[in-house]
């Protein structure tokens, strides 16, 4: 279990785009895949036929909207498998153009790909399931030994053919099995073997099935599946795929109950869950649709949606369509902020007229590559200051409620003109009030009245989303008193212990009647937590006021008159660093601790106790998962460095 040891949060300024891995202004020609960049993956599936690497528009908005694809054909045993000098033990295969052009495309432009996929009851030649390797009626079906050992062949051979012809394509997961299950969840009926050698087992039947009896022949297939892919595509996952996923009758628990024996709860054979999710305006509602997904992400796995796509029923219309659409991503992005791990979503196919599904329109353009209400729909889900860049997408969620600097580097400034306090409060037996006796700019500023110690005056606590240990910070504050003395912008906050201590930011000798800045534009937060800031001065007895209060990234600086400063080269590297630091680096749930970054990012991270002794040290790539089991229950603070900057996550493990 953990528990985030939050400080108290105040009102900032509206977050606006950063450059950064965070966050990012989508270029003019971006799409969907720049939208949801620090999301997941947003593929389609290309389609050779119909033209689709020779039709220049189609090819374009393939480049502009999306970074993951999928062969619609292509890959699949009908058009991989060669009939002609298989054996038993070397099944022999192909790639046929339309698959070499599309994983040239995928290279070419750095697109991920999706393979689809290898063994699947249609689309499979029924020689490959008869004893002599020839259909008819003659024929014996092949044993279970013998399917395999065919079954590893092919897996081998097409796997090692791909990497030989396109060594550098990212080939970044795969549909191992495909659709075994009816939507009751029993495994489907066997049959499906006809006399026709070219016969693609049209029905629902399954040859496997009337080979092995049952569904086991897909633990084989993941298993022969990891063990060649290592040596292949080490970073390919393994998937298994299905439609009517969400169907409440029995097929989403067989799935659920086949990734806990296969995934890593299991023989840690399959990564992930494929839901086709091939929906309409009437079946499913989306509470079936949720509860699958709510139940998928319990098994700790992968979660990609592999063939989307909302068809348009009768008495229904584009208005609704683009609302369903919504509802899916809404809640795929909901969850993927909540730490599903969500890694990928594919519509199947990029315009309607080229759908399988294309009397009932179902897909984001139309058949001018016009974006439908359904892909606006989509699109304005994300915060423009949430995109990020498709073409290398850090899939690190952004935090909803994170905070990041304006322009000026700033993550509050308060001139007092709203006529409110702006989150500060009293400390000590003062009052605090809004006022236009005094202001340094503007017409208000904010009087500390009746104080009778020097600790007494006003303080703001800190949002913690924005204000890091660990990490400096710009802060200043404009002040006056009509008695001279020293006045003091200072910290208040919780150190390891859990003690309150205190430290000075700044300070500044005031003249009676004058207005004094009192700044420091490279502050260092200790280690600790619960940050506020206040205002006070020597002179126990004296009133003061203050106004035009600002706290910025490292070098961001405020004019006494209230107007920004220069935004100089540190200054913005300062909120590219804030910007890319307000995504939780790490996560921990339960006894493992999750590292959110890219997976080139080398990560250090340090587990220290309450007392800042060192109870753990890692090194770790981005998506990297470690285990804290070896660390006793208590208060932590987990330390992460990365890039130069430094971020630290206060937990406790049960």
Not at 174 to 191: C, L
Not at 349 to 354: A, E, N
Not at 586 to 611: E, F, M, P, Q, Y
């Amino acid at each position: 279990m953990l528990v985030m040891l939050a400080a108290m949060a105040v009102g900032i300024v509206a977050a606006v785009p950063c450059v950064g891995s965070f966050v990012y202004a989508q270029p003019a020609d971006g799409g969907l895949k720049d939208v949801y960049a620090n999301y997941f993956r947003i593929g389609t599936c290309y389609q050779w036929r119909n033209n689709g690497l020779t039709d220049a528009t189609y090819r374009n908005t393939v480049l502009r909207e999306f970074n993951s694809v999928t062969h619609e054909d292509d890959l699949k045993p009908y058009a991989t498998m060669v009939q002609a000098g298989s054996t038993d033990n070397n099944i022999q295969v192909t790639l046929n153009a339309g698959a070499r052009q599309i994983m040239a495309f995928c290279t070419t432009n750095n697109i991920g790909l999706r393979g689809h996929a290898l063994v699947w009851h249609q689309q499979t030649p029924n020689w490959f399931f008869w004893a002599n390797m020839q259909s008819g009626n003659s024929s014996a079906r092949a044993s279970v030994a013998t399917m395999n050992q065919r079954m590893e062949s092919y897996i081998k051979n097409l796997l090692e053919l791909i990497k030989r012809d396109f060594p550098s394509l990212n080939l970044y997961a795969y549909d191992v099995v495909n659709e075994i299950f009816r939507d009751n969840g029993t495994a489907r009926e066997a049959g499906g073997l006809g006399n026709n050698a070219t016969e693609q087992n049209g029905t629902d039947q399954s040859p496997w099935v009337q080979i092995y009896g049952n569904n086991s022949f897909a633990d084989s297939a993941f298993v022969y599946a990891r063990r060649h892919g290592a040596t292949t595509f080490p970073n390919m996952k393994l998937f298994y795929n299905d439609f009517n996923e969400y169907h409440p009758d029995g097929k989403r628990e067989a799935m659920y109950t086949m990734a806990m024996r296969l995934g890593p709860a299991g023989r840690n054979v399959m990564d992930g869950i494929g839901m086709q999710s091939h929906l309409s305006t009437s079946w499913p509602d989306m509470a079936t649709y949720k509860s699958a997904l709510t139940r998928f992400i319990a098994t700790g796995l992968e979660i990609h949606v592999t063939e989307l796509d909302i068809t348009i029923e009768s008495g229904s219309n584009e208005t609704r369509q683009a609302e369903i659409y919504a509802e899916v991503f809404k809640a795929l992005k909901e969850a993927r902020e909540d730490g599903a791990n969500i890694t990928s979503v594919s519509v199947w196919g990029v315009t309607d007229d080229r759908s399988w599904r294309a009397d009932r329109n179902p897909l984001l353009f139309n058949n001018s590559f016009a974006k439908k209400p359904a892909y606006n729909s989509v699109a304005a889900l994300v915060p423009e200051a949430h995109w990020g860049d498709g073409k290398n997408p850090t899939l690190t969620p952004p935090d909803p409620d994170a905070v990041v600097p304006d322009a000026n580097g700033f993550f509050f400034y308060h001139d007092f003109e709203n006529n409110t306090t702006q989150g500060w409060v009293r400390r000590g037996d003062v009052t605090v009030e809004n006022t236009t006796a005094q202001k340094n700019s503007g017409s208000r500023a904010l009087f500390v009245n009746g104080r009778t110690q020097n600790w007494n005056g006003a303080i703001l606590p800190l949002n913690d989303r924005a204000f890091k240990s660990g990490t400096e910070y710009s802060f200043s504050v404009m002040a006056m008193s009509q008695t001279a003395g020293t006045m003091s912008l200072s910290l208040q906050y919780n150190d390891v212990s859990g003690t309150e201590s205190y430290d000075n930011i700044g300070s500044a000798v005031a003249t009676a009647g004058q207005w004094v800045q009192i700044s420091n534009t490279s502050y260092q937060l200790p280690a600790g937590t619960n940050f506020s800031i206040y205002v006070e001065m020597d002179a126990a007895n004296a009133s003061f006021y203050f106004d035009d209060a600002m706290g910025g990234v490292k070098g961001a600086t405020i004019n006494p008159d209230g107007t920004p400063g220069d935004i100089t080269a540190s200054v913005q590297a300062g909120r590219n660093a804030a910007c890319a630091s307000a995504a939780q680096l790490v996560t921990v749930r339960g006894r493992t601790l999750n590292v959110n970054a890219h997976s080139d990012s080398k990560v250090k991270i340090r587990v220290v106790n309450l007392t800042g002794k060192t109870i753990a040290n890692f090194a770790a790539r981005g998506g990297a998962n470690v285990s804290l089991r070896k660390i006793p229950a208590g208060v932590y603070i987990v330390e992460t460095r990365i890039d130069g900057r430094k971020t630290t996550t206060p937990v406790v493990l049960r």
